[in-house]
Nanobody, 126 residues
Framework: QVQLVESGGGLVQAGGSLRLSCAASGRTFSSYTMGWFRQAPGKEREFVAAITWSGGSTYYADSVKGRFTISRDNGKNTVYLQMNSLKPEDTAVYYC???????????????????WGQGTQVTVSS
C-alpha cells in the first residue's frame, strides 16, 4: 500500500516556475515507477511525466518537454516536478501516481498506475 500527498501548487504568472512535491508513505516506494498527470476543467486526465524506480529513465509529454523536469529522492520517499516557463495552458490539477509494474510503452496510461494522490491545483495567469 502506498499513500501519496502532493504539495507545491499555487498561482503563478506565465513564464514563472513552480516545484511540485509528492510525498509517499510505505517502505516500497523505491520499487515504484512514479508519474505526474494533470486534469484541466472539462478535459480528461493527461500524462505529464514519469520516472522509473531508480531514476535512470524519465519520460515526458511533448507539451512539457524541455520545460518540466521530474526527479525523485528515494531516501526521502519523494518525487518532484520542476515546472519552468509555465503557460496558461498548464493550468490544471496535478496528480502524482505510483505504478508497481509498468513498461515504457504504457507509461502514459493512467489506468496502469496503482495509487494516486489527491492532487494539487496549479493556476498560471496570463
Amino acid at each position: 500500500q502506498v499513500q501519496l500527498v502532493e504539495s507545491g501548487g499555487g498561482l503563478v504568472q506565465a513564464g514563472g516556475s513552480l516545484r511540485l512535491s509528492c510525498a509517499a508513505s510505505g517502505r516500497t516506494f523505491s520499487s515504484y515507477t512514479m508519474g505526474w498527470f494533470r486534469q484541466a476543467p472539462g478535459k480528461e486526465r493527461e500524462f505529464v511525466a514519469a520516472i522509473t524506480w531508480s531514476g535512470g529513465s524519465t519520460y515526458y509529454a511533448d507539451s512539457v518537454k524541455g520545460r518540466f523536469t521530474i526527479s525523485r529522492d528515494n531516501g526521502k520517499n519523494t518525487v518532484y516536478l520542476q515546472m519552468n516557463s509555465l503557460k496558461p495552458e498548464d493550468t490544471a490539477v496535478y496528480y502524482c501516481a505510483a505504478a508497481a509494474a509498468i513498461t515504457r510503452w504504457t507509461m502514459a496510461r493512467a489506468d496502469e498506475y496503482d495509487y494516486w494522490g489527491q492532487g494539487t491545483q496549479v493556476t498560471v495567469s496570463s
